[in-house]
T-cell receptor, first 111, second 116 residues
């Protein structure tokens, strides 16, 4: 059974700090990995994707992937109150068209 | 360029009624995906459709739920004889073809179904 797990949180960090969000997955055949941000009552929006081991940086966001450990993370530098949202990890094995989503981690950035 | 359009945004149904949720994909997109998000839970895949074809319905409940994507018009997710447990946000996404690594999805704004 394919599963994606995340700490539900809430994760609270002070403004300006680094927020670290973690995700583990069970399907070793997974090929691509996505982070979505979802504000309360809104639809998920894609932040980043990664499919190679290592780090990928985009502005204040860094995605980290370790396929051997089946672990993917998202770092948010210089956290802002506007980053307060639920962050969803999603995994795709490239053989199917559907993504498996984790339950999400709620992040709260305190001013 | 209009994004993925879903309507209605909010839908209230009494138990036993039918709910019809509509999704118009982005222009040029012929693949549609439906997901359901129960309160305080993550997104769960329901069904993947191409024009006039259901490709993968492995996430659809066996009874009361059906989906279509006709040659003309939006994709429809139909829930018959709704029950309170159907209350959720239903999101639709679209893609131009087979989703390649890195494409991800663009979701519509969702339909929030409340069964009373």
């Amino acid at each position: 059974q394919k599963e994606v797990e995340q700490n539900s949180g809430p994760l609270s960090v002070p403004e300006g700090a680094i927020a670290s969000l973690n995700c583990t997955y069970s399907d070793r055949g997974s090929q691509s990995f996505f982070w979505y941000r979802q504000y309360s009552g809104k639809s998920p929006e894609l932040i980043m994707f990664i499919y190679s081991n290592g780090d990928k940086e985009d502005g204040r966001f860094t995605a980290q992937l370790n396929k051997a450990s089946q672990y993917v993370s998202l770092l948010i530098r210089d956290s802002q109150p506007s980053d307060s949202a639920t962050y969803l990890c999603a995994v795709n094995n490239n053989y199917g068209q559907n993504f498996v989503f984790g339950p999400g981690t709620r992040l709260s950035v305190l001013p | 360029n209009a994004g993925v359009m879903q309507n209605p945004r909010h839908l209230v149904r009494r138990r036993g009624q039918e709910a019809r949720l509509r999704c118009s994909p982005m222009k040029g997109h012929s693949h549609v995906y439906w997901y359901r998000q129960l309160p305080e839970e993550g997104l769960k895949f329901m069904v993947y459709l191409q024009k006039e074809n259901i490709i993968d319905e492995s996430g659809m409940p066996k009874e009361r739920f059906s989906a279509e994507f006709p040659k003309e018009g939006p994709s429809i997710l139909r829930i018959q004889q709704v029950v309170r447990g159907d209350s959720a946000a239903y999101f639709c996404a679209s893609s131009p073809g087979r989703t390649a690594a890195g494409d991800g999805y663009t979701f519509g704004s969702g339909t929030r179904l409340t069964v009373v």
